[in-house]
Structures are given as structure tokens and as C-alpha cells.
Nanobody
Framework: QVQLVESGGGLVQAGGSLRLSCAASGRTFSNYGMGWFRQAPGKEREFVAA??????????ADSVKGRFTISRDNAKNTVYLYLQMNSLKPEDTANYYC??????????????????WGQGTQVTVSS
């Protein structure tokens, strides 16, 4: 059974930090590129950050570059994906989703190309 389970969301003041986690199991996710996306009410899901299967390459949206860091741990049965979010802003408020795809790094910004998704974790940044 494929599962991607996010955790770590919550309410934080502007300028604060949060660390999101995603536990992926049920497939050999160590072979998958993975990414974080977010979706605010009334808006489309947007790319935040992605990491290649080997963790050798990363990609970030311009809006989070320098503030967010994506990383992963390819453990044997469960792959863990992380998003360290610093200097949070009210505009970062959204539901954050992790996803996995067999596509290469150049495709990791496109939500439509992802094969699996988690259920999301809410991040709310107060001003």
C-alpha cells in the first residue's frame, strides 16, 4: 500500500521556522524524485521545492529560495522527505503536499507529472 504522510505543519508567527516531514512507503521511493507543493484557498497548487532521487540535485521556487531547504533520507523501506522553512512570511500560508515521481529533475516542478501525493499538512503564518 502506497503511503505518503506529511507532518510538521502548524501555526507560527512571521519570521519563525517550521520543519515539514513526509514519510513515503509502499514503493521503492528511493528511485523517485520528490517535491513539495503548496495550495492556498482559491489558488492552484504551486511548486515549492524538489529533490532528485539521489539527493544530488535540488530546485526551488524563487519565492522560497534562500529561506527553505529540501532534503531526503533514503532509508531501506521508508523514504523521508523534509522541508526546513525559515523566515516564514504570511504569504507562505497554505496546505503543503509532498509528492513523488519517476520523472527526472527537469520535470519535478510540474505537479501534473507526479505519481503519488500525500494528504497535506497546513501551515499558517501570522503577521
Amino acid at each position: 500500500q502506497v503511503q505518503l504522510v506529511e507532518s510538521g505543519g502548524g501555526l507560527v508567527q512571521a519570521g519563525g521556522s517550521l520543519r515539514l516531514s513526509c514519510a513515503a512507503s509502499g514503493r521503492t521511493f528511493s528511485n523517485y524524485g520528490m517535491g513539495w507543493f503548496r495550495q492556498a484557498p482559491g489558488k492552484e497548487r504551486e511548486f515549492v521545492a524538489a529533490i532528485s532521487w539521489s539527493a544530488g540535485s535540488t530546485s526551488y521556487a524563487d519565492s522560497v529560495k534562500g529561506r527553505f531547504t529540501i532534503s531526503r533520507d533514503n532509508a531501506k523501506n521508508t523514504v523521508y522527505l523534509y522541508l526546513q522553512m525559515n523566515s516564514l512570511k504570511p504569504e507562505d500560508t497554505a496546505n503543503y503536499y509532498c509528492g513523488a515521481t519517476l520523472r527526472g529533475l527537469r520535470d519535478l516542478r510540474a505537479a501534473r507529472l507526479y505519481d503519488y501525493w500525500g494528504q497535506g499538512t497546513q501551515v499558517t503564518v501570522s503577521s
